[in-house]
């Protein structure tokens, strides 16, 4: 079942294409006239096509897109396309008629730039980021931007939720009232470490796009800033129908008797808050929409020391593949040069120490120690080295003291393994066999200094 502003986007495409058929090929009169050959002049012709051209007129006239005249983006092709296709499919489908040829493979998006579909969620600049995070907090009443207005409480209530749960639109304005929930009882970390009661609070988020409703942790500022708009929002107001589901709800965002506006975000909070930050409505990614906000909030997460993993955060942004997770997961530049540095030290610009003491002089010359970091290589064939992944059980391996917090983490991690995951006997001689090599380089290095 199509939502019906996709069933009018796909209605106006399959308008359009009769209007290319009328222009390029008047003797197609219906589905049944189509050839493999018209598929494919359809699809060239999809691939050089500019905004606004074919353009549906209306008895208020064609209104003009800021772009026009300029080439088509990707995702707008693969939609014209793919618009036609489930047509050509649902024409054969409802027995409307027989096709010469099959829409699933001559109708296929082709997979070229011209239509590869790029999705590239655009994280918000950090400095931007963290003063909107700010601004959120900190809304006064003189803030607002018009005359006429939803309440502070409830603008508020939103810009913490939209900073602060990573949440798409849709699903920031089918919440209900009663979807937020405080923690009632403290949580034991594996490390031993407790989370007190009230540090955080749970968000319960209606069904999406792509997964079934869910409960997700966010902060507890969330659940103070929604109870102060709940003791505000006219209880008396009546329970409307979820665009999605049908059923009769108390949505959190509603009115005077009206759920809130699809754009109130994008042209009223959002605007409120790069006014209170006292930064512009745009970043070098562009206007800043909620979406982007989105992604800033799952990258935040996800590139902090210790972040969550793909697929906590996969079940924290109601994902249903962590394929889709990763559109929205940045390594920002300086991380990434982090990163670079350590691994292009080891790659190319090993340190080499040449010690010439007659005494540690071998048959291949001067004693040769390679600097790995956390310990030196005295295998003067170093660079060919076929083990170079298996250091730490190698002969030629010599630890520097600083390897020791690393060899205990390794040490505590295999036991770990051995205690708590079912282990096939294979896997278990391995992790024996590296608790073996873990237990003579700490025999190796001695006791603390």
């Known amino acids: 079942m199509l939502r019906p502003r996709t069933r009018e986007t796909q209605y106006s ?3 359009r294409s009769g209007l290319w058929l009328a222009r390029e090929h008047p003797e197609v009169r219906e589905p049944s006239d189509w050839t493999m050959e018209t598929c494919a002049s359809f699809i060239a012709a999809v691939g050089r096509m500019n905004v606004d051209e074919l353009q549906l007129g209306t008895e208020r006239g064609t209104r003009k897109s800021v772009r026009s005249g300029e080439p088509m983006m990707p995702h707008s092709r693969a939609n014209f396309i793919y618009s036609l296709r489930r047509f050509m499919i649902d024409y054969e489908n409802w027995g409307w008629g027989r096709l010469r040829f099959s829409p699933a493979r001559h109708l296929s998006t082709p997979d070229t730039p011209l239509f590869r579909r790029g999705v590239n969620p655009r994280v918000i600049d950090d400095p931007v980021w963290l003063k909107l995070i700010w601004a959120s907090l900190n809304l006064r009443q003189e803030d607002l931007l018009t005359e006429i207005h939803y309440p502070l409480a409830m603008l508020q209530a939103m810009a913490i939720i939209w900073t602060h749960a990573g949440l798409r639109k849709s699903e920031l304005l089918r919440l209900t009232t009663g979807c937020i929930a405080p923690q009632a009882d403290d949580i034991v970390k594996e490390d031993g470490s407790i ?17 079934k409703a869910f409960v997700k942790p966010v902060a507890a500022v969330v659940k103070k800033y929604v109870d102060l708009w709940l ?21 959190l965002f509603q009115y005077r008797g009206k759920p809130a506006g699809g754009d109130i975000l994008n042209r009223t909070v959002i ?15 562009g206007t800043i929409t909620s979406h982007r906000g989105r992604a800033s909030a799952v990258t935040a997460l996800a590139s902090v020391p210790q972040g969550m993993s793909l697929y906590e955060l996969m079940q924290w ?14 390594i920002r530049p300086t991380q990434l040069a982090a990163s670079f540095v350590k691994a292009d030290r080891v790659a190319h610009m090993i340190s080499v120490l040449i010690d010439h003491d007659p005494e540690a ?3 291949t010359g001067p004693a040769t120690y390679y600097d790995l970091g956390d310990s030196y290589c005295t295998n003067p064939f170093w660079s060919s080295c076929p083990h170079r992944m298996a250091c730490i059980g190698c002969d030629f391996n ?3 003291d600083s390897a020791r917090g690393l060899i205990l983490e390794s040490k505590a991690s295999i036991r770990r393994y051995l205690e708590e995951v079912p282990l096939t006997p294979d896997e278990r001689a391995i992790l024996d066999q590296d608790a073996e090599k873990v237990e003579q380089a700490l025999t190796r290095l001695g006791p603390p200094s």
């Open 317 to 330: 942004t109601g994902h249903s593949t962590p394929q889709s997770t990763m559109h929205y997961l940045r």
């Open 361 to 363: 002089a071998s048959l």
């Open 271 to 285: 605007p409120m808050l790069c006014a209170r930050a006292g930064v512009p409505s745009e970043d070098s990614g």
């Open 13 to 15: 495409f399959a308008l």
């Open 231 to 251: 003791d505000e929002r006219p209880a008396e107001q009546a329970m409307l129908a979820d665009e999605r589901t049908g059923e009769k709800v108390r949505l």
């Open 195 to 211: 989370i007190m009661a009230g540090t955080l609070c749970y968000l319960h988020i209606p069904a999406g796009k792509t997964s």
């Open 398 to 400: 010599l630890l520097k």
